[in-house]
């Protein structure tokens, strides 16, 4: 199979010479395809934190499977969607994210280093600025 990395790289290869004023194009559609890769690498390795029991112990109190769902976190490369497990104590409490606790995840939706450098760029500029500048970055 190929990655998106190669696709991209193997259609560029079929046209021939590339004419200079496509450059830029190619450079924002290698970023893609290699944030491509990044996520599909990130979201294989997010799968890995998630549990599959119906039941596990969480500082010595048990939680059970009460749901399994999909969830968007977002990752240095973009977002991913992840099916995981939830598991709820019999006490009724909010239920909790196995891979979330292991992953590190951030407010329920940011990765470490995704929140690591989201929250530099906010106290570099305006949250509206630091959201442009990703976009720009790719």
Known sequence: ML?????LL???TKQGPIAPKNM????RDLE???????RSVIREELNRYDVEAKEIYVA????????KSKATYLTSAGPVEIER??????SG?????PLELQAGIVAGYWTPLAARRGAWMVQQMTPKAAETAFQEMG
Request: glycine share 2%; net charge neutral.
């Open 93 to 97: 409490e909010r239920a909790i994210c």
């Open 10 to 12: 193997l259609s560029r």
């Open 60 to 67: 010595g109190v048990l939680y059970r499977l009460c749901l």
């Open 3 to 7: 990655v998106p990395i190669e696709k």
């Open 85 to 90: 497990a939830l598991y709820r104590s019999a």
């Open 24 to 27: 830029e194009a190619f450079e």
């Open 32 to 38: 893609e395809a290699c944030a491509e890769f990044r």
